[in-house]
């Protein structure tokens, strides 16, 4: 046991030393070095490892950035739904100003046309009553006259 600690703490020593002789080789070496003496395989380093070595800052970096834009993405989208919403609002309150106009305007040139009717049917019978009390006048004037002619005929 304590011969194991010893080992892993050596190899964890080589390996940094590894790590920073080898900086241009990304931490390549250092993967494989400490891979070799721990005695596991290439592949069971694990693909996760190797890209924490190599793009590890890179990639909180982009994770942040990401971060960012999700949120000014959804802030703006919110931003846009809600403007989207008041114009939505608004364009119908207009419209339901504009259509209860149009409905009074309606129903008032309708009260028109209907109180213009009624004055139209006043007139007309006033009209022929005063047309048929002349044709009685006229009617009692011929018949008169046809008397008159007929008396003076016998």
Known sequence: MAKESSN??????????????????????FMGVQARESGVSGDAVGVDKIRDLLFGNQMQDYDRRFSKLEERFLQRFKDVESEAKRNLEMYESNAKKQVESLAAQLRNEKDARAEADKEIDRNLREQNQALEKQVRALSDQLSELEREVADRIN
């Open 8 to 29: 892993t703490a050596s190899s964890a020593n080589k390996a940094d030393e590894n790590l920073i002789s080898n900086a241009d080789g990304n931490g390549l070496a």
